[in-house]
């Protein structure tokens, strides 16, 4: 087995790709395509995260100073709930699963589209309609009760609390759809050669996460559902004063939203996997590994989410045991790190941008995977629980890992995607600004935390003010190094240069079709028959 | 490390003797050593006995893991230098770890996390399980105020009086959302949880006053949700449920001083001159200050400048003359008739506070009127109330 390869025609006449054909607006609402499908979605996730980062930053703004700077505490409440709603649900948990897993998926597996291209467009549709709900809330005031939206406060909050659960609920559904396609597809439409353990490391990720929206998701909307009829109705299942139980819910809350981390750190990982192997021209330091590691988190992150609730009043037993599952789950993230950096060993390094987004991750992650680490052990939480000590360390794990591994996943595959080039240097400027305006927010929040300041704070004693004011400048550097991202970007998709088929010398895949990829990816049907990260020096 | 071994029921005698803390046994070096890198990661004060030992935990999971992630720092930025892309079209060798690194890898970090699991979560049970003879107050929060009450029938809002040097169990519960109990200074903290009781237990080690947070939103008051506790010598402490009322300047006198710890609602200590100067401390002190304004602007209820006598439209669309039955039905039914365009948020106070102590509520409110003042109290207005 040595030299049949994915079967395509290397040069195709311009104007044939999936981006043109066929043409007109109206083929995009119609559209079945993957590709088509995952553009939506990536310019729809961005949308939500321009809108999140402007709440992110009046929240910044309005903690200049003690007392009130810009709002009152009413609207800083709102800002932070909407803040944690729109980020969690609109764009951090379907960034790259819906955008990047849609559009490369079926590609990496040698398949000419999910296994139910139809379901695929209605998770589309719902996901915009539960966004417009969600959006509604806003419009009628917005909750104030956090994204977590913890009972009876909940119940009991004049603000509006049922759009805003409703709305979830429906983006639900459009995850739950997103995640049986991928399960399908990738049992279903592996192209002859793709056995399981030949799959890029992505697509297990992907995989992985699917699994865990599908099993976790439904107790969520089970739960905002009990949540709006509590509000609405005085239902009371979880209002002690009528004979329900507050901290039921929280159960039920983080048996989804602990797995929920991984559904958003999960994909980036196979990001992070993708981008090293093809900087560094080399196989990963053990393929073996990340995809154990993949499902160790997809499994053991169920049995965790007690660890949310060290102070809430569960029994000793129950935090001893969460505790310790919670160590049991970092391993897994520890071990992918140590390989990550062993695949560059020995390798090929281009420090392009992607590769320097990969940098930055494997900082950030780091830090804010160890104080996930030091948050487990049980007397420490109790510490910093609910202070910006947790602020930080998910912040870290959610922006500096997810979304610096989505800004990594955007330059990596933006000439796939669009078959244009962005500008280098200006690329390069702008992973350094994102990274100083990104320790520069949430650097000082640990020490914060360290000092006792709660969280959802729109007022704080005056000597925290010289750490919130470093915050909040480091916030305005964060916003301007994605601004400048956005703008180049936006830029490239017209007036870039043209990338040609595999601008990376990438041996994965989906570079193996011309970029942008034709409507139906491939001419002929493809059969694999090397692995994806094949970049040694003799066939071996 | 050797007190982790320790049975709760020798926990406090052993904490008295000394702090506890492994960096103790290097003597003075290891309390420069503490101070040193408590004020570097910016935390509090160690002011009960529980604190010293919790950070040194963190002290050693910090120092490892910064290790750990030099070592990996260095490692990538090295490979990034010395196997830089020379040639395009360049292909590299293929590298795979062996088992024995993935699996020493793997074991070592987990005997390492598990370990601080371990001691983690022995400190965590010292601070759940209050060792027998502990003293007991039973903690209230309610939007947006602590209330403390004592087995001997003093009860306090606010502010916590606690012994110095003895163990203190809280048995924590809330009157309506969710809130939660923290102590920066102590390292610990409670969720106060409508329904149940949850405990915990401190001993501070020396007589000085704490701040206290709310650190489970509850509410557009939550950031203020504020109190102190307040540790007393155990002489003063019997004093005090005697019956003994310190004010600001007491306090000071003992070397305690409130206002530095937080900047607090209790007025500076005057001389109680005359009913509406009393009015504004219990005002102060019952926590109306946290909602009501005194300076005109509408807060979480009305201001309460030029409140008393004016006519108000209540969310009924009844108009309400605002005299002494409105106020004091405001305050004992809060829900009865509410301002339009205020929440339904205020507690009642029924039973809380005395009828001496609304009546000089009443009598300060009398007073807000007019611009605001330079002084913090206006002057009764000649002739009667302004309309």
Request: glycine share 10%; net charge neutral.
């Amino acid at each position: 087995m040595s030299t049949v390869e994915v079967v395509v025609p290397l040069s195709r006449p311009a104007g044939d790709s999936y981006l043109e054909v066929p043409r007109g607006f109206r083929s995009w609402l119609v559209t079945t395509d993957h590709k088509r499908i995952g553009v939506i979605f990536l310019f729809a996730t961005s949308a939500a995260l321009v809108l999140g980062g402007v709440f992110a930053l009046l929240l910044r703004a309005e903690l200049l100073t003690p007392g009130r700077t810009i709002v009152g505490p009413l609207a800083y409440n709102r800002f932070f709930t909407l803040h944690g709603v729109i980020m969690v649900w609109l764009f951090m948990i379907p960034s790259i699963p819906s955008a990047f897993g849609n559009f490369l998926l079926p590609i990496m597996l040698g398949a000419k589209d999910v296994a139910f291209p139809r379901l695929n467009r209605a998770s589309v549709y719902v996901y915009a309609a539960g966004a417009v709900i969600v959006l509604s809330g806003l419009v009628l005031g917005g909750a104030d009760t956090g994204w977590t939206f913890y009972p009876p406060y909940s119940g009991r909050t004049p603000t509006s609390v049922a759009p805003i659960a409703l709305g979830v609920f429906v983006l639900g559904i459009s995850t739950i759809m997103t995640a049986i396609n991928f399960i399908v597809t990738t049992h279903t439409l592996r192209a002859e050669g793709m056995g399981w353990m030949r799959m890029p490391l992505f697509v297990w990720t992907i995989y992985a996460t699917s699994i865990i929206q599908l099993l976790a998701t439904p107790v969520l909307g089970m739960a905002l559902l009990l949540v709006a009829l509590d509000h609405a109705f005085r239902l009371g299942v979880f209002d002690p004063t009528v004979g329900g139980d507050p901290i039921l819910y929280q159960h039920l809350f983080w048996f989804y939203s602990h797995p929920a981390v991984y559904i958003m750190i999960l994909p980036a990982m196979g990001v992070v996997s993708e981008v090293v192997c093809t900087f560094a021209r080399k196989n990963p330091f053990s393929y073996t590994a990340i995809v154990v590691a993949t499902l160790g988190i997809a499994f053991v992150g169920f049995l965790t989410w007690g660890h949310h609730m060290f102070v809430a009043g569960m029994s000793e037993l129950d935090v001893g045991i969460f505790g310790a599952l919670s160590m049991f789950v970092a391993i897994f993230s520890a071990i992918k790190v140590f390989t990550w950096v062993g695949t560059l060993y020995r390798g090929s390094i281009s420090l392009d941008a992607p590769l320097l987004y990969l940098y930055e991750f494997l900082f950030l992650f780091g830090v804010g995977g160890m104080s996930g680490v030091a948050l487990a052990s049980p007397s420490l939480d109790v510490h910093w629980h609910d202070t910006y000590f947790v602020v930080a360390h998910f912040h870290f794990v959610m922006v500096g890992g997810t979304i610096t591994a989505w800004l990594a996943a955007l330059h990596y595959w933006f000439p796939k995607m669009f078959g244009r080039h962005y500008p280098q240097r200006v690329a390069a400027l702008g992973t350094l600004l994102v990274f100083m305006g990104f320790l520069g927010t949430f650097v000082p929040q640990f020490l914060l935390g360290n000092a006792g300041m709660p969280r959802r704070y729109y007022d704080y004693p005056p000597e925290y003010q010289a750490l919130h004011v470093l915050s909040t400048m480091g916030s305005w550097a964060l916003g301007g190094g994605l601004l400048l991202t956005a703008v180049y970007l936006v830029a490239a998709l017209r007036g870039g240069r043209r990338a040609g088929t595999n601008p990376w010398g990438s041996r994965s895949f989906e570079w193996d079709t011309p970029s942008p990829p034709p409507q139906h990816n491939f001419t002929e049907q493809p059969v694999i028959a090397r692995g994806p990260y094949d970049y040694a020096r003799e066939e071996g | 490390m050797l007190a982790l071994r320790q049975a709760p029921e020798g926990i406090a005698r052993a904490e008295a003797a000394d702090s506890t803390s492994a960096l103790a046994g290097l003597g003075e070096v290891g309390d420069a050593l503490n101070q040193a890198l408590r004020r570097i990661l910016f935390l509090p004060e160690q002011a009960s006995t529980f604190a010293a030992r919790v950070d040194q935990l963190h002290y050693f999971e910090l120092g490892l893991m910064s290790g750990i992630a030099a070592v990996l720092g260095c490692a990538g930025i090295w490979f990034a230098f010395r196997y830089r892309r020379r040639a395009e079209g360049e292909r590299t060798p293929r590298v795979v770890a062996p088992l024995w690194l993935e699996l020493g890898i793997a074991g070592g970090l987990l005997g390492l996390f598990l370990f601080w699991w371990l001691i983690g979560y022995r400190q965590y049970l010292h601070a759940k399980v209050a060792p027998a003879g502990a003293l007991e107050v039973y903690v209230t929060g309610k939007q947006w105020m602590w209330e403390f009450a004592y087995p001997r029938g003093r009860n306090s809002q606010g502010v916590l009086f606690v012994p110095a040097g003895r163990p203190v169990k809280l048995l924590v519960t809330s009157r309506d959302v969710i809130h939660s109990f923290y102590v920066p200074a102590f390292r610990i903290k409670q969720d106060a949880v409508p329904g149940r009781y949850t405990t915990i237990w401190f001993q501070a080690r020396t007589a000085g006053a704490y701040r206290v947070f709310c650190t489970e939103l509850c509410g557009v008051g939550h950031s203020r949700m504020w109190g102190k506790v307040v540790a007393l010598a155990p002489g003063d402490f019997e004093r005090w449920l005697a019956g003994w009322n310190p004010d600001a300047a007491d306090l000071r006198r003992l070397g305690i001083d409130l206002d530095g710890v937080l900047p607090g609602d209790v007025p500076a200590d005057e001389e109680e001159a005359d009913l509406a100067r009393e009015g504004q401390r219990v005002a102060a002190v019952r926590g109306c200050l946290r909602c009501h304004t005194v300076d005109g602007t509408p807060y979480i209820g009305p201001t309460w400048r030029g409140l008393y006598g004016s006519v108000e439209t209540m969310t009924t669309g009844e108009r309400v003359f605002v005299d002494e039955a409105y106020i004091t039905e405001s305050m004992m039914d809060p829900l009865a008739r509410i301002v339009a365009g205020y929440p339904a948020d205020m507690p009642s106070y029924q039973g809380l506070i005395s009828a001496p102590e609304t009546a000089a509520i009443i009598e300060y409110m009398k007073t807000l009127w007019g611009p605001v003042p330079p002084d913090s109290v206006a002057p009764p207005p000649p002739g009667g109330v302004p309309r």
